[in-house]
């Protein structure tokens, strides 16, 4: 909403130098310079508050990744390893809006195999299976854009977006199209020929099996319990009777 406010209060206009995504900063500039301070302050605890959120959550998926067998300062040493690529990236994008592009690019290359976990048809979907859809996706956007543009530089740097979101051809739409049929093909690929080694080796296929304890069946709603609850509920109806 930055933009048409700054258009209604007069700060700027199409035919300004100032681009549409810094209209923000022209209503700020018009106003005391402790309008100024404050919200840098409030932006920075905005920013800290997110990378706070981000950095916990690639900790905890990392630890689970390694089933919890991993010291846990190996874990946070990868968390900062894995910081490095991404600020380097953050350096090199000319705004915010090429970041936040990148990543959606990297959300439609990892979604598919993430949700492809919470179907129970296919729980024969190891996690490596899944990881290598991931990375599968993002390659997919590469060998689409070698094949659209017709050369590796120009082609593999579509990762990254650098014309941005409005260009004269299509190869954003493709590159958004790609990366998630890409993620699926590489994870059923590689989900087959796991389980084609493995079957040749004559070892134990594997199957994900809900723990032990657990009711099966699934309420009208969908959600399911466990016999705990369900003696517990029974529990509470005779009291209720009697």
Same mark, same amino acid.
């Given at each position: 909403?930055?933009?048409? %406010? @700054?258009?209604?209060?007069?700060?700027? /206009?199409?035919?300004?130098?100032?681009? &549409?995504? =810094? $209209?923000?900063?022209?209503? #700020?500039?018009?106003?005391?310079?402790?309008?100024?301070?404050?919200?840098?302050?409030?932006?920075?605890?905005?920013?800290?508050?997110?990378?706070?959120?981000?950095?916990?959550?690639?900790?905890?998926?990392?630890?689970?990744?390694?089933?919890?067998?991993?010291?846990?300062?190996?874990?946070?040493?990868?968390?900062?390893?894995?910081?490095?690529?991404?600020?380097?990236?953050?350096?090199?994008?000319?705004?915010?809006?090429?970041?936040?592009? %990148? @990543?959606?690019?990297?959300?439609?290359? /990892?979604?598919?195999?993430?949700?492809? &976990?919470? =179907? $129970?048809?296919?729980?024969? #979907?190891?996690?490596?299976?899944?990881?290598?859809?991931?990375?599968?996706?993002?390659?997919?956007?590469?060998?689409?854009?070698?094949?659209?543009?017709?050369?590796?530089?120009?082609?593999?740097?579509?990762?990254?977006?650098?014309?941005?979101?409005?260009?004269?051809?299509?190869?954003?739409?493709?590159?958004?199209?790609?990366?998630?049929?890409?993620?699926?093909?590489?994870?059923?690929?590689?989900?087959?020929?796991?389980?084609?080694?493995?079957?040749?080796?004559?070892?134990?296929?594997?199957?994900?099996?809900?723990?032990?304890?657990?009711? =099966?069946?699934?309420?009208?709603?969908?959600?399911?319990?466990?016999?705990?609850?369900?003696?517990?509920?029974?529990?509470?109806?005779?009291?209720?009777?009697?």
């Amino acid at each position: 909403m930055a933009g048409p %406010l @700054a258009a209604w209060a007069g700060t700027w /206009t199409p035919d300004s130098d100032v681009p &549409g995504s =810094s $209209a923000l900063f022209t209503i #700020i500039a018009s106003l005391p310079g402790w309008v100024s301070g404050l919200t840098l302050v409030l932006t920075t605890s905005l920013s800290c508050c997110a990378i706070d959120t981000c950095q916990t959550a690639m900790f905890a998926s990392l630890y689970d990744l390694v089933e919890q067998k991993v010291n846990i300062w190996v874990v946070r040493a990868a968390v900062v390893v894995l910081n490095v690529p991404v600020i380097v990236l953050a350096m090199q994008a000319p705004d915010i809006l090429q970041v936040y592009l %990148l @990543a959606d690019m990297l959300a439609c290359a /990892t979604i598919l195999p993430v949700l492809c &976990g919470l =179907s $129970a048809r296919l729980n024969f #979907i190891h996690w490596i299976d899944a990881l290598v859809g991931c990375f599968g996706g993002i390659i997919s956007v590469g060998v689409f854009g070698q094949v659209y543009l017709g050369n590796r530089h120009d082609g593999w740097r579509l990762l990254l977006l650098d014309g941005g979101l409005y260009v004269d051809d299509e190869r954003v739409l493709g590159a958004f199209c790609f990366a998630p049929v890409g993620s699926l093909v590489f994870m059923f690929f590689f989900a087959g020929l796991r389980m084609g080694v493995t079957r040749l080796l004559d070892r134990r296929q594997y199957r994900y099996e809900l723990p032990a304890g657990t009711y =099966s069946s699934t309420s009208n709603s969908g959600a399911s319990f466990s016999e705990n609850d369900l003696a517990l509920n029974a529990t509470n109806k005779q009291n209720t009777l009697a």
